[in-house]
DNA sequence: ATAGGGTTAG
């Protein structure tokens, strides 16, 4: 390839000129422009000075790839650094200072913390400025502990900390340490004040970062952009940050405009949200992807593909989040259809080769139970993510194939990877639906054993698996475990204690829960009517439904009004059964009556009972539950000709009442192979053998 | 220097 044609030079250059061919090359954030004019300057035996490398290392800086999110992350620019690192030290431009935290700057942006490291301590003089970019490397990097070491010993050398070291550092600290840091500095400037606004956000101190902002304002530091932004991402009420917003001007800006956007769209406001988008005068992609993530969350797929017709009609390209994001909204037979669609989008854009989107696909296969897809799908990702091994993890689990996601476990541990909290609450998950009580212990105590710490979503798993496995004084260890439980492990325990026939408990763990706090939501009410159901507490369920909808002004589900039927079905009040069914807000589902049919079943009401099982035949003719009830009311009634009669129809509407799969839990592989290998598992013997060794 | 859209989980 004739590199001086490419970059449009004939002659020998000078360095002047090169250097400001370099500076457009900057500026149209080229960066592979400028690297093929610095390997033809050297072509022509041309020396390059400290500003060459300057030049160049901000060319590769500012590079903004295409499209790719990731495009810092790239192997290369990686590789192109490691390249320009041998020329700075073959021409030794690396004795000046500030070209070497140059390119400390970049290699700490991409990632390369050892390499940025190794450059520092090669670097015979160090000044603010360096120890600026090393202790914010390793911060921006994740590791806290070696910035914070990094700034003791730059204390120690006899350097005076910057504001923007102190900045840097905010979020390395726990919150406490940061706030001391944050006192530390005397003029507090608009940046200063993002930070920690930006750090309170970050771990979820939502009224102190309010605060911040208005002491902020008391102090009389204007806010700017960052400022609109930082306070919507913590979770600022997106009304009154609109209208601050609005008066300062800052609602000009588009960053602003996608924050709003997306502080609206966790209220559900996707008005809010379309209105924003259209005030902007230069439509872009980051704030449609808000808006199209909007009306995904809300399942509202039309919008979704009316911004995508929006951004056709632009001329605009989808870039992988966008792309992740419409994914993410494909929710039905329909949306499947569409995600195909997508896919073929992404492969002929060369989109799908992002590992993000490959993630977002594997998910999109697996909701449709395409898991053989989803598998190959992976193996096709080069890097893979522990999210990309999550996805299928948990594709496998929602897909019913829970021993397909033991497998990829597995993979994934060969692989070097650790799970993290996803992985070990899909796989606790995934032990639920096997019954699988010993290798739900092993997570538990690989959880244990790693200090991982059982936060949110670990926590319920864990409650959840020893619950379905039979072992509620385990759920009750571990509950009673967790300082402060969120609403989920709460539901998760009541209706653990209802399931077990505890009415009592449920009913103290729901009063407990409000004394925490934590306001209920339907799941909550659907675990304590269940529980009254059981128990037979029907004053207690009048109660609650009530409370339900007066007090905390829910709109029940056909699962609340199905309990409730069953409820009253059960203690023999079938006319209040029946008053209460009248009464309903929505037309009542199989389910609804089926409790009902079962409750007869209970108290030999045959009468009833046929009215109802007509009902219901109405309803779904091929589920044949009620057959099988109705026979059986025949049948304690000694009805002999009625059961022959309700058998004669099963049999011609082709429904065998006994198609149900019995679980249980395995203790050995030829325990394994006998219970299963006639089911529908897809519980393949080979890939448990390592699991039984892998702690 | 501080920041805007996204994926995996109960």
Not at 97 to 109: G, I, P
Not at 283 to 301: C, I, P
């Given at each position: 390839?004739?590199?001086?044609?490419?970059?449009?030079?004939?002659?020998?250059?000078?360095?002047?000129?090169?250097?400001?061919?370099?500076?457009?090359?900057?500026?149209?954030?080229?960066?592979?422009?400028?690297?093929?004019?610095?390997?033809?300057?050297?072509?022509?035996?041309?020396?390059?000075?400290?500003?060459?490398?300057?030049?160049?290392?901000?060319?590769?800086?500012?590079?903004?790839?295409?499209?790719?999110?990731?495009?810092?992350?790239?192997?290369?620019?990686?590789?192109?650094?490691?390249?320009?690192?041998?020329?700075?030290?073959?021409?030794?431009?690396?004795?000046?200072?500030?070209?070497?935290?140059?390119?400390?700057?970049?290699?700490?942006?991409?990632?390369?913390?050892?390499?940025?490291?190794?450059?520092?301590?090669?670097?015979?003089?160090?000044?603010?400025?360096?120890?600026?970019?090393?202790?914010?490397?390793?911060?921006?990097?994740?590791?806290?502990?070696?910035?914070?070491?990094?700034?003791?010993?730059?204390?120690?050398?006899?350097?005076?900390?910057?504001?923007?070291?102190?900045?840097?550092?905010?979020?390395?600290?726990?919150?406490?340490?940061?706030?001391?840091?944050?006192?530390?500095?005397?003029?507090?400037?608009?940046?200063?004040?993002?930070?920690?606004?930006?750090?309170?956000?970050?771990?979820?101190?939502?009224?102190?970062?309010?605060?911040?902002?208005?002491?902020?304002?008391?102090?009389?530091?204007?806010?700017?952009?960052?400022?609109?932004?930082?306070?919507?991402?913590?979770?600022?009420?997106?009304?009154?940050?609109?209208?601050?917003?609005?008066?300062?001007?800052?609602?000009?800006?588009?960053?602003?405009?996608?924050?709003?956007?997306?502080?609206?769209?966790?209220?559900?406001?996707?008005?809010?949200?379309?209105?924003?988008?259209?005030?902007?005068?230069?439509?872009?992609?980051?704030?449609?992807?808000?808006?199209?993530s909007?009306?995904t969350e809300k399942g509202?797929l039309?919008?979704?593909?009316?911004?995508?017709?929006?951004?056709?009609?632009?001329?605009?390209?989808?870039?992988?989040?966008?792309m992740v994001c419409i994914l993410h909204g494909m929710k039905d037979p329909m949306g499947f259809c569409l995600g195909l669609?997508f896919h073929?989008?992404?492969?002929?854009?060369?989109?799908s080769?992002?590992s993000l989107v490959a993630n977002g696909l594997i998910s999109l296969y697996s909701r449709f139970d395409k898991i053989e897809t989803a598998f190959s799908l992976l193996s096709e990702i080069?890097?893979k993510t522990l999210i990309s091994w999550n996805s299928l993890i948990s594709g496998c689990v929602q897909a019913g194939r829970p021993s397909d996601a033991l497998e990829v476990f597995f993979q994934m541990k060969?692989?070097?990877h650790?799970p993290d909290a996803i992985t070990i609450s899909s796989l606790l998950s995934g032990c639920c639906q096997l019954g699988y009580l010993?290798f739900g212990?092993?997570l538990?105590?690989?959880?244990?054993?790693?200090?991982?710490?059982?936060e949110d979503f670990v926590g319920t798993a864990l409650i959840d698996m020893y619950i379905k496995c039979?072992?509620?004084?385990?759920?009750?260890?571990?509950?009673?475990?967790?300082?402060?439980?969120?609403?989920a492990t709460?539901n998760s325990?009541?209706s653990?204690?209802?399931?077990?026939?505890?009415?009592?408990?449920?009913?103290?763990?729901?009063?407990?829960?409000?004394?925490?706090?934590?306001?209920?939501?339907k799941i909550?009410?659907l675990?304590?009517?269940?529980?009254?159901?059981?128990?037979?507490?029907?004053?207690?369920?009048?109660?609650?439904?009530?409370?339900?909808?007066?007090?905390?002004?829910?709109?029940?589900?056909?699962q609340?009004?199905?309990?409730?039927?069953?409820?009253?079905?059960?203690?023999?009040?079938?006319?209040?059964?029946?008053?209460?069914?009248?009464?309903?807000?929505?037309?009542?589902?199989?389910?609804?009556?089926?409790?009902?049919?079962?409750?007869?079943?209970?108290?030999?009401?045959?009468?009833?009972?046929?009215?109802?099982?007509?009902?219901?035949?109405?309803?779904?003719?091929?589920?044949?539950?009620?057959?099988?009830?109705?026979?059986?009311?025949?049948?304690?009634?000694?009805?002999?000709?009625?059961?022959?009669?309700?058998?004669?129809?099963?049999?011609?509407?082709?429904?065998?009442?006994?198609?149900g799969i019995?679980v249980?839990?395995?203790?050995?592989?030829?325990?394994?192979?006998?219970?299963l290998?006639?089911s529908k598992s897809s519980l393949n013997?080979?890939a448990w053998?390592?699991l039984?060794?892998?702690?």
């Amino acid at each position: 390839m004739n590199l001086a044609s490419s970059v449009g030079l004939s002659t020998k250059p000078s360095l002047p000129s090169l250097h400001s061919l370099l500076n457009s090359y900057i500026e149209s954030r080229n960066r592979k422009q400028a690297l093929l004019l610095f390997r033809q300057l050297l072509e022509y035996n041309v020396k390059p000075n400290d500003l060459t490398f300057s030049l160049l290392l901000k060319a590769c800086t500012s590079s903004s790839s295409s499209s790719s999110s990731s495009a810092l992350n790239s192997v290369n620019v990686k590789r192109d650094a490691n390249q320009i690192h041998t020329h700075l030290l073959k021409s030794g431009v690396d004795r000046f200072m500030y070209v070497s935290t140059a390119l400390l700057d970049l290699y700490m942006k991409l990632g390369c913390v050892r390499n940025a490291h190794r450059l520092f301590d090669d670097m015979p003089d160090r000044d603010v400025v360096s120890w600026n970019a090393l202790i914010c490397g390793f911060s921006r990097n994740g590791c806290d502990f070696e910035a914070l070491k990094l700034f003791v010993q730059m204390c120690k050398e006899g350097f005076f900390p910057h504001q923007t070291t102190l900045v840097s550092l905010v979020p390395s600290c726990d919150l406490e340490a940061a706030e001391h840091l944050f006192e530390e500095i005397v003029e507090k400037s608009v940046v200063s004040w993002n930070t920690m606004i930006g750090a309170y956000g970050q771990n979820g101190f939502f009224d102190e970062a309010m605060l911040a902002f208005k002491r902020m304002q008391e102090e009389n530091v204007p806010a700017n952009l960052v400022t609109m932004v930082s306070l919507l991402s913590a979770n600022a009420d997106p009304e009154s940050t609109h209208c601050h917003a609005t008066k300062t001007g800052l609602v000009n800006d588009a960053s602003v405009i996608t924050s709003l956007i997306c502080q609206y769209a966790t209220r559900r406001n996707t008005e809010s949200g379309k209105l924003l988008y259209k005030s902007l005068p230069q439509k872009n992609l980051v704030s449609l992807t808000a808006l199209m993530s909007s009306y995904t969350e809300k399942g509202d797929l039309f919008q979704v593909m009316s911004c995508f017709a929006h951004l056709q009609q632009l001329e605009m390209k989808l870039d992988a989040v966008a792309m992740v994001c419409i994914l993410h909204g494909m929710k039905d037979p329909m949306g499947f259809c569409l995600g195909l669609a997508f896919h073929a989008y992404g492969l002929k854009s060369g989109l799908s080769a992002d590992s993000l989107v490959a993630n977002g696909l594997i998910s999109l296969y697996s909701r449709f139970d395409k898991i053989e897809t989803a598998f190959s799908l992976l193996s096709e990702i080069h890097e893979k993510t522990l999210i990309s091994w999550n996805s299928l993890i948990s594709g496998c689990v929602q897909a019913g194939r829970p021993s397909d996601a033991l497998e990829v476990f597995f993979q994934m541990k060969m692989s070097g990877h650790s799970p993290d909290a996803i992985t070990i609450s899909s796989l606790l998950s995934g032990c639920c639906q096997l019954g699988y009580l010993q290798f739900g212990e092993r997570l538990h105590n690989y959880i244990l054993r790693n200090n991982h710490e059982v936060e949110d979503f670990v926590g319920t798993a864990l409650i959840d698996m020893y619950i379905k496995c039979g072992r509620i004084e385990h759920a009750e260890r571990v509950f009673k475990s967790i300082e402060e439980p969120c609403l989920a492990t709460w539901n998760s325990m009541i209706s653990g204690y209802s399931l077990y026939g505890l009415e009592h408990e449920a009913l103290a763990c729901f009063s407990e829960m409000q004394n925490q706090g934590i306001k209920p939501d339907k799941i909550t009410f659907l675990g304590v009517l269940a529980a009254c159901t059981h128990g037979g507490l029907v004053q207690e369920g009048r109660k609650h439904f009530q409370i339900m909808r007066e007090q905390f002004n829910m709109v029940p589900d056909l699962q609340h009004y199905a309990c409730m039927v069953g409820l009253f079905g059960r203690a023999g009040l079938f006319e209040e059964a029946l008053m209460f069914i009248r009464n309903m807000e929505m037309e009542p589902d199989f389910a609804v009556w089926a409790t009902l049919l079962s409750a007869c079943c209970i108290h030999q009401e045959v009468k009833l009972g046929e009215y109802v099982a007509r009902k219901l035949f109405f309803l779904d003719s091929n589920n044949g539950g009620f057959f099988v009830l109705m026979s059986n009311l025949y049948a304690v009634k000694g009805m002999w000709d009625e059961v022959a009669r309700v058998r004669e129809m099963m049999r011609e509407s082709g429904g065998d009442g006994c198609s149900g799969i019995s679980v249980i839990e395995m203790t050995s592989l030829e325990d394994m192979n006998v219970n299963l290998s006639s089911s529908k598992s897809s519980l393949n013997a080979n890939a448990w053998q390592p699991l039984l060794s892998l702690y």
